[in-house]
Every structure is written in C-alpha cells, then in structure tokens.
C-alpha cells in the first residue's frame, strides 16, 4: 500500500461525495466513482478510498479490492512528468526492454513507482498506435520515436536542465 | 418448478430447473469433491466463486470442464464426474494449488484438520511437479489479539470473505490484488486489529487450511499449572460441554459438562469454577438495568435509552463500537460473563482464600475468539494485572486433553468446585441464541411482577431464525423482546434502533450463527446446521435438569451480594461489573 500519508481538505471530501452522488451512490457504479475520483486526484490514496467507502456505505476492503484489482487505479501519485513506454509487441522486438532498463536505472525507480522529488514517474503502455516509431517512449503528451538506451539521459534532462 | 432430467455417471436424475450440477450428483449419492465451495444450507450461505476448478466435471458436447458448484443442470446433460479427463484435470488443479502451498503441514495449526490437506489424501497427490522452480508468493504474518493471518497458507477459496461480508456484514476482509498477489485481507492490507474486524472467528472457523486460525494459548495454561506460585482458577462458558464431546468423537449434542470438570482437575486446576455462576449474575446486574429503564420509561422519562441490548458477546460488542458509535449508550452495560467471573474471581474468591491477585490466573474456556480480545481490553484490568489472564477455546481445551492421555469418554463425572461453580439452569441457556433474554426474563418477570412464575420455558423465544421476536406479557405489561444471531441480522435490528424505528423493550444479540454454539472456537461444524440444533437441545436439556432454574434463586450469588456486592447496581457492583463502550472508528486505519 502507499506510505504516503495525505489530509484531505474539506472542498476535496466534499468533490468526493459530489462524485459519489452523482452515480447515485449506487454500489454498481463503484468503478465509475473510483475512475472520476483519479481522474480528479491524479490518484487514490488510502484517505480517498476511505471517504468513498463510507459515502457508499461500503466497507473500505471492498474498495481497496476493486483498486488493487485493475492496473488502471493507482494509489501512487504519478510524476509531474510521467513517463509511460509502450512495451507492445512492435516496440518490444525493436528494443523497449533496454530503454525500460535504462530509464529504472537512471531514475532509480521501478515501473509504478515515482522518483523521490515527485518529478518522473514509470510505467509501461501497450502500443499507442506509431509502432513505425517503435520503440516509442512518452513523456506527458509528447512522444518520442526511436528511442535508443543512450537516448534515455537527454530525454530526462530535457525536463530536469 | 419445471424439473430437469440429466444423467450423471450413467444414472438418470431429475431435478429443479436451476440446481447445480454439484447438488444433482449429491441426490445420486456422488461426491464430487470440493475445496472452496461451500452450502451452509440452514443459514442460507453459499460460497460458490468457482474458483478452485476441484469440482470439475465433464460434460458431453462442452467443451472444456465444467465447474459443477456453479454450473446448473440442463435438459437431457450427459455429466461424466469420473472420466479419466476429469480425474487428471482434478489433480492438475491441486498440483497447482499446492505448488503455491507451504509443506510445512507437520507444524502447521491445521494439520489433520484441513480440507486441503485431506484433498491431497483423496486425490492421491505423491508429488508436486516442477515444484523446485515455482515461486512461493509470501505475505506478511498477521497476529491479533484472536485470529493469526498466515496468507502464504491462503488458497484463495473466499469462504472467509463470504461469512464476513455475506453473513456478518462485517467487511473486514476481502479478496484484494490480482493474479499470483490475490489474496484475502482488509482494505490497504493493514492488519486486522487497525480493520473492522470484530474478532467473531466466523472466518476461522470455515477456512479449509491453516491460514485462519485463532491465537494458540495452550501453551500458556501449561506454563501456569506448573508455576508453582500461582493459583491457577478456570471458567468454563456454557457452549463448551454441549460441543466439547464432539472433539472426542462423541455425537453432536453430547453433554459433557461432568466429564470435562473431571479433565480439568485432572489438569491441575486448583480451582474449576463454571462461567455459568456469572451468568447468573450478569442476569442479575442486567435484569435489574432493564426494569430501571422500564419503570423511567413507563414514567414518560424520555431520556431513557430503550431497548436494551444484550452485552454478552464480545463480538456483538465490537460490531457496535464500530458500526453504531453513536449508539453506545443503548446497550447494557453490564460486563460479559467472563470478565464479571474474573472481576469478583480475583476480588471476593482471592480475598476468600487469601491469596494476591497477582499470583492467581484465570483461564476461561471459549467457545469464542473474541473473548481473547475482550480479556485484553484495557479495562478489564487492575494496574496492569487482566481480571481473565487468557482465555482458550473449545478447541483449544480438546488439544490439553489429548496432549494429557486423556480420552473424554472414559472419565467419570465430577461436580464444579464451590462457591462459583453453582448456577441455575438460567445460566445454562446462555449459550444458545435467545437464551440470555431467557433467563433475563425469568428473573425480570418475576422481580417485576412480585409473582412467581408457573412455567419457566419461554419456547417462543427459543429457534434458528435469524431474527426472531416474541411479545412477552409481564401480568398485564406487554413486554416487545427481539432476538438476532449472525451479525447481519443484528444490523437490521440496530439500523431500526438507530432510526428510532425499533418496537423492542430488549434486544438479544449473539454474533455467531446459533449463538454461542456455534462460535468461531467451537469444533467445526462444517456447516452443518444439525450440529448446531444437537449442541442447542443439550444445553434446553441441561437447563431441564437443575433444580435452580432462576439466576436469581442461585443461593451463591444472593450470598456474593449479601457479602460482597451489597444489591445488583451498587457502586460495588458498578465498579466491577459493569463497563462503558468506545468510538472504534477513529481507532480504524490508523497506525
């Protein structure tokens, strides 16, 4: 589970039970809660599951369980820029692999987790659709093609220089 | 209903559109084996995720296996159970099973008592294949104050996740992660005591291996018995000589209660006293709280909490500190049978035979997990020294018994010691749902009344529905009594409570399913609701057979108070026997 202990402010309680009342507070609609809550948070820390279990009246384990079930939900907050490679097929056989490697190795980080400063964080995609650019990194909306193990340093000193 | 014929293993059967596979084969006498399901048809409980494939069947025309818990029967189905696809199939599914198993069963607390265990027996498993490269997925240890979580032992069949979700409505456990990591555990995977947990041992007492189980104390009672410094007193619950039997290979509904006082001295207990003589007095303390409230109430007193709730069961009393914060002021505060034996056990018994609370021990026996938890609250004890040291339960107690060379049908009976081994048959009945408010109101009715009652046996009180109410005439005063067993049940009467809803004078809640007999340290009853009548008609019988069957004509408690306590509610009493109750919520998640 996530170490990081968070106070949620009032307005943000409140967005969250907005969220929740607007799916009714149905126990069906819990995916759909958790997907609004992360898109409004960035993530789902413990504290937001906890305010949703109790709006829901659901018990919290539930909650956490249907989080921990799909890779989309995270209860790490991503890096201010975060830096996804797609890992499908194209990409994998032109060398994603060594580029993934290279990026855990400079970051000191593994895929899902976020760098200390909160800058970088990690995580794999399957095909974005430019597999002519295999292999393909992304860092927030841009896209880089080609990306070779040396290429890594540069691309993370574009956003740290 | 519109009926089904199929054939199973060349023989034809017919059966309600809708049934399972599984459930027509049983009408044929087949077996088909399983692991995580599970049919505690009485108490409508049915944990069929289809998860484990143990139950696979063949069927004509289908392709791949059929999981026969969970798939229904068709018109004309052709179901080969014993093929040999099915039977390599099955043993596949257990090689992988176990593959991801520890093979510490020599040591392991279920050993010899484990659904997996016996399924490698059946399936005849020699061997685990490839096992000397399978990963091992491997979770933290989990121990509370009454229920070990060993996960790496987890199989993932989620009875566990049923019976508290499902039964309890509990929601401390669920299947949480994916794949290789899935597992069973309460939100953010803390441990059970930061959950809301109620220690109701409901899980334990269906998981098919060993990672539920209770915290072992025998271990303890050993170390006592031979310290030779300390007085060593025992408490035995009512549910536990109506089960106890069952260890020995005795019948469901065998008394034992003779037979067991004679194990424990043999034991060396200096002293075995019955947890029913505080029974007696919690009817006493309780019994006289209710007419209190009554009488305010009947006088337009609109600050008086009614119903009362029973505060017997530990587990019943954590669900409300969690769930029902607010409404902690409506339940009895009087302590439990078990803290009220140990609070007047290291007061008035230890002064009676002079020796310092700090050199006795008391020992409870219990049908119950979350008596261990209730012994350690805080304040059940006096300057650090617990008013109950530890409690064991059925279980448990079987195990000394054993380890002793001792075989329970062959000992002769033997009488508790004096002066808190006496209780009436009031007392007795506390152990089966509806029997606290039983003997509530033999003693309310009469004290109230001034009259003595013709017939004790309130029959209408007594049963295995999950709720149950019955109206109660008081000569001329009607009095609204509700019973619930099963912790779900219990909210549905508490969610009226809370909505100023509830018609009841009383309440009764037991948390475990036939009350106290059917608790989470009691032997496995496999879901076995018969077992459960069996252990409830030997406790109405034993109420049968006492002379003294009013708590308040139990002539050793009217002399604890004529001594000790003075009158039910004294400050004496309020200081030892009654308690308050906690907002749990806060105390949740939070490490």
């Given amino acids: 589970m996530s170490s990081v202990k968070i106070e949620l402010r009032q307005d943000q309680v409140d967005k969250i039970h907005s969220i929740c009342d607007s799916f009714g507070n149905q126990e069906g609609e819990l995916i759909n809660v958790l997907h609004k809550c992360q898109s409004t948070f960035g993530y789902l820390p413990a504290e937001v599951q906890e305010v949703i279990s109790e709006k829901m009246e659901m018990p919290a384990a539930k909650v956490y369980g249907v989080v921990t079930f799909y890779s989309f939900f995270t209860m790490i907050p991503k890096g201010k820029h975060p830096i996804s490679i797609c890992t499908g097929t194209a990409c994998y056989v032109r060398g994603a692999e060594t580029v993934l490697n290279e990026f855990k190795k400079q970051l000191e980080i593994e895929v899902g987790e976020t760098c200390e400063d909160g800058i970088f964080s990690l995580s794999c995609l399957r095909c974005v659709g430019a597999c002519g650019l295999a292999p393909v990194v992304q860092v927030g909306d841009k896209t880089y093609g080609r990306v070779a193990p040396d290429d890594v340093k540069g691309i993370i000193e574009a956003y740290t220089g | ?591």
């Fill in chain 2, 1 to 591: 209903m519109s009926l089904v014929k199929l054939t199973i293993d060349g023989n034809k059967v017919e059966v309600p559109a809708g049934t399972t596979i599984y459930k027509a084969a049983k009408q044929l006498d087949i077996d088909i084996p399983i692991l995580c399901y599970m049919d505690l048809k009485d108490l409508n409980i049915e944990n069929k995720p289809g998860g484990c494939r143990i139950c696979s069947v063949e069927v004509e025309g289908r392709r791949n296996l059929a999981p026969s818990c969970s798939t229904a029967v068709a018109e004309d189905m052709l179901v080969r159970t014993n093929s040999m696809r099915v039977i390599n199939a099955r043993r596949t599914v257990m090689e992988l099973i176990l593959s991801d198993h520890p093979k510490d069963c020599l040591s392991c607390a279920k050993a010899g008592n484990c659904d997996l265990q016996d399924m490698a027996v059946l399936l005849g498993i020699r061997e685990i294949p490839g096992q000397e490269y399978a990963e091992m997925s491997t979770y933290r240890l989990d121990t509370s104050p009454s229920i070990i979580r060993d996960l790496d032992k987890c199989i993932m069949c989620r009875r566990c996740e049923t019976m508290c979700n499902d039964f309890q409505t509990v929601g401390a456990l669920h299947a949480v992660n994916r794949g290789f990591e899935a597992v069973v555990a309460p939100a953010f995977e803390m441990n059970l005591e930061h959950s809301p947990c109620t220690y109701c041992g409901q899980c334990v007492a269906v998981c098919p291996t060993g990672a539920l189980t209770e915290v072992d104390h025998t271990g303890k009672v050993i170390a006592a018995l031979n310290d030779p410094t300390k007085t060593v007193v025992v408490q035995t619950a009512p549910a536990v000589r109506a089960a106890l039997g069952e260890e020995f290979g005795m019948e469901p509904g065998t008394r034992v209660t003779g037979q067991m006082v004679t194990a424990l001295k043999q034991l060396g207990f200096d002293y075995v006293f019955d947890t029913d003589f505080a029974a007696d007095l919690t009817i006493m303390e309780e019994g006289t709280e209710l007419l209190g409230r009554l009488k305010r109430h009947l006088e337009g007193d609109e600050s008086v909490q009614l119903p009362i709730l029973t505060s017997c069961c530990p587990g019943w009393v954590n669900f409300f500190e969690y769930n029902y914060p607010d409404l902690k002021d409506v339940p009895s505060t009087a302590r439990s049978p078990q803290q009220m034996f140990g609070a007047i056990a290291k007061t008035y018994f230890a002064d009676k035979i002079e020796v310092d609370r700090k050199d006795m021990v008391v020992i409870s026996i219990m049908p119950c997990l979350a008596k261990k938890y209730e012994c350690q609250r805080d304040e059940f004890s006096v300057d650090g020294n617990p008013d109950v040291d530890f409690s064991i339960s059925t279980r448990e107690l079987a195990h000394l018994i054993k380890q002793a060379n001792m075989d329970l049908n062959k000992l002769e009976e033997d009488d508790f010691d004096a002066p808190l081994g006496e209780s009436s048959g009031a007392a007795v009945i506390f152990g089966a749902t509806g029997g606290v408010i039983e003997a509530a109101t033999r003693t309310a009715y009469e004290l109230q009344t001034g009259k003595t009652l013709e017939k004790v046996d309130f029959k209408q009180l007594r049963g295995m529905e999950g709720i149950r109410s019955a109206t109660v005439d008081f000569d001329g005063l009607d009095i609204n009594i509700g019973i619930a067993h099963g912790l779900g049940n219990a909210r549905k009467l508490l969610d009226e409570v809370k909505a100023g809803k509830s018609k009841y004078h009383a309440i009764e809640v037991m948390a475990c399913p036939g009350g106290c007999i059917g608790g989470g340290g009691q032997p496995l009853h496999h879901g076995d609701a018969s077992i459960l009548k069996a252990r409830t008609k030997a406790i109405y019988k034993e109420d049968e057979g006492k002379t003294i069957r009013k708590s308040h004509e139990n002539p050793y408690i009217l002399k604890l108070y004529d001594e000790f306590l003075g009158e039910p509610l004294s400050e004496k009493a309020h200081e030892l026997l009654h308690t308050h109750y906690f907002d749990k919520r806060k105390k949740i998640f939070q490490v």
